[in-house]
Structures are given as C-alpha cells and as structure tokens.
C-alpha cells in the first residue's frame, strides 16, 4: 500500500511561485524504487503531464508549456518529491496531482502510474 499526500498548493498572483510536496509512504517498497511524477487536470479538462523524475533523481522530463518555470526534484532521505512552480500564470490554475510508478524511469504516461494522490488546488489570479 503507498499512500502520497500533497501540499503546498494556494492562491498566488500571476507572475508569483509556489513550491509543492509529496509526502510518500509504503509498506511494500521504498520511496527510491518508485519513479513520481506530477500531472495537473484544470476544470473540464483531463488530466495532463507536467513533469516526471526518475528513481535516482537523475533524470527529469516537462511538459512543454512548464520547461522552464517548473521544476521537478526528489529527496529519497525524506520520502518526498517537490515541484517548484515559477512564472505562474492564470493557464496554470488546477488541482495538481502527484503520482508514483512501480517503473523506475521517468514516465509520461497517466496510465504507467499505479498511486495518486488526493491532489493540491492550484490558483493562480491574474
């Protein structure tokens, strides 16, 4: 059972930075056999991609509306994966999710991710 739960998401002028976390917990295996990413559904939309980082933290993949103001980073001593959102802009307001997947590499795909959590309320106010 892996259980993740986000934070730090808010309310935030356009132009303005947020930093969002995921705390993970599992019985089966840990934090560093997991590849996480963090993917974002807006009101009437589905969810979508933003970024995805490997096991190790070595590699890293963005969207490309984020690549540049967003960064993805994992720290496997804490059990914890970060999105550091810059720039924001008002395109940018949803709920965003983080997921964990029994792949180790970075991964795209919503459907490779086998844990969700409960999601963070991203707005971002123009």
């Known amino acids: 059972q892996v259980r993740l739960v986000e934070s730090g998401g808010g309310l935030v002028q356009a132009g303005g930075s947020l930093r969002l976390s995921c705390a993970f917990s599992?019985?089966?295996?840990?934090?560093?056999?997991?590849?996480m990413g963090w993917f974002c559904q807006a009101p009437g939309k589905e969810r979508e991609f933003v970024a995805a980082i490997n096991s190790d933290g070595g590699s890293t993949d963005y969207a490309d509306s984020v690549k540049g103001r967003f960064t993805i980073s994992r720290d496997n001593a804490k059990n914890t994966v970060y999105l550091q959102l810059n720039g924001l802009a008002p395109e940018d307001t949803a709920v965003y999710y983080c997921a964990a997947s029994e792949y180790k590499i970075v991964i795209v795909d919503t459907a490779l991710y086998n844990y969700w959590g409960q999601g963070t309320q991203v707005t971002v106010s123009s």
């Open positions: 599992g019985r089966k295996f840990g934090f560093s056999d997991y590849g």
